[in-house]
Every structure is written in structure tokens, then in C-alpha cells.
């Protein structure tokens, strides 16, 4: 079993309230907009770090985190994740058909600041966008998810919300 938190756009932004929940984890995703290459090095320096980049990332960034979309295993779970990838039903052409070629259990997104986990029956796998972790953005509310993976399955799906 593998203990996962999942979070994005934290646009420089990785504090004590962030940590807290994420301290019982073992390894952290990130959907893009880090906002700087420190912010990437303190996450890195706490948990073990997966990321892609997003639109706000700069050269340094984009320098360690090259991909913008990224395929995985974690836990005989296959997954994948962007920043820009829309939802189901709305999937970018581009990563739409990526989807379809690598049949992921889990699809991970960014970028909206909206917090949605919904179960996409049309392609089969558990979509997840964890909303916005960082502290600025139009969004009011801070959120991350934790989420259990084991013998392929995500379960135990939990979400921290903080109000900015």
C-alpha cells in the first residue's frame, strides 16, 4: 500500500498548514503550477516529489519537471497526470487520446482551482483534480487530497480544505 497526496497550483506557496497534512503521505503529485524552483525544492526536500509543470512555471522549473503530462505506475495502478487536461467528458483532444492509448486507473489535472474527484465512466478511471493548494489565485479555499493506493485501487480518498 502506498499513502498519496495529491495537490496543485501551489504558485510558490508550500506551508505548515500544507505539510500538516501532508506529513502521514509517502510520496507527493503535483498537477503543475509549482510557481518556482524553490517551492519544488522544499516539497522535494519533505516528501518524495512527482510533478508536471504548468502554465506559471518558469525555465527553472520546466528544467527539472520536463513533462507536461507524465504516465506511471503506483501500486499496479496505472496513472497519469497534467496540468491543462480538462475533465471527463471535456478532455483536450491531445490528452484525450493519450488517455485512450495508456487506459490509466487514475487521471490527475490541474489549473481550474476547482476540486472535483469523479468517476469518468466513458474511459473507466477515477479522475481527480485536487483544486489549488497555494495561497494565491481567485480561489478562497486551500485544498489537497490524501488518497490510499493498493493492489491497483485507490481508496480512502481524504480532502483538506483551509480557507485563505
Not at 9 to 31: C, G, M, Y
Not at 83 to 110: A, L
Amino acid at each position: 500500500m502506498i499513502k498519496v497526496g495529491i495537490i496543485s497550483d501551489t504558485h510558490s506557496s508550500f506551508d505548515d498548514t500544507l505539510k500538516r497534512f501532508l506529513e502521514p503521505v509517502d510520496v507527493i503529485w503535483h498537477a503543475g503550477d509549482i510557481g518556482d524552483i524553490q517551492t519544488a525544492d522544499l516539497i522535494r526536500s519533505f516528501k518524495p516529489l512527482v510533478a508536471v509543470y504548468g502554465n506559471i512555471d518558469d525555465f527553472a522549473v520546466r528544467s527539472v519537471f520536463r513533462d507536461e503530462v507524465v504516465a506511471f505506475e503506483a501500486e499496479d495502478a496505472k496513472v497519469m497526470m497534467t496540468h491543462i487536461g480538462g475533465y471527463p467528458g471535456r478532455y483536450r483532444g491531445g490528452f484525450r487520446s493519450k488517455i485512450v492509448s495508456y487506459r490509466p486507473d487514475i487521471v490527475v489535472t490541474g489549473h481550474s482551482h476547482i476540486l472535483k474527484v469523479i468517476w469518468d465512466d466513458a474511459l473507466n478511471h477515477l479522475h481527480i483534480n485536487p483544486g489549488a493548494a497555494g495561497n494565491s489565485g481567485f480561489h478562497r479555499v486551500r485544498t489537497a487530497i490524501r488518497l490510499k493506493i493498493e493492489d491497483g485501487r485507490p481508496f480512502d480518498l481524504e480532502v483538506g480544505e483551509w480557507i485563505r
